[in-house]
Nanobody
Framework: QVQLVESGGRLVQAGGSLRLSCAAS????????MAWFRQAPGKEREFVAA?????????AYADSVKGRFTISRDNAKNTLYLQMNSLKPEDTAVYYC????????????????WGQGTQVTVSS
């Protein structure tokens, strides 16, 4: 079992930056593929970024955030991060942390564990 707790969401102006954190329980964090998803009101939950447990620095990003967001992880602290720069109003959503013991993918169905989410609101 893995428990995930997100933090760091808040109201920010367009063009600003935020760093989200996801604290994970368990002793095998380093062997989980971790990801961020987001869900805006009235929309489906969508993939944002992922960090695979295999391969050094293996990451993936949605086209909509590529070049603006950076996913990283600190395995010693069991923590996943999402650095978000140049934020846009369309980035407004609840951001969720997710984990899987397998290779993961951009599909939410590939992830077994989810946090409760943290709200990010970007004002124009």
């Amino acid at each position: 079992q893995v428990q995930l707790v997100e933090s760091g969401g808040r109201l920010v102006q367009a063009g600003g930056s935020l760093r989200l954190s996801c604290a994970a329980s368990g002793r095998t964090f380093s062997r989980y593929t971790m990801a961020w998803f987001r869900q805006a009101p009235g929309k489906e939950r969508e993939f944002v970024a992922a960090s695979a447990w295999f391969g050094v620095g293996t990451t993936a990003y949605a086209d909509s955030v590529k070049g603006r967001f950076t996913i990283s992880r600190d395995n010693a602290k069991n923590t996943l991060y999402l650095q978000m720069n140049s934020l846009k109003p369309e980035d407004t959503a609840v951001y969720y942390c997710a984990a899987t013991a397998y290779s993961g993918s951009t599909s939410r169905n590939a992830y077994d564990y989810w946090g409760q989410g943290t709200q990010v609101t970007v004002s124009s």
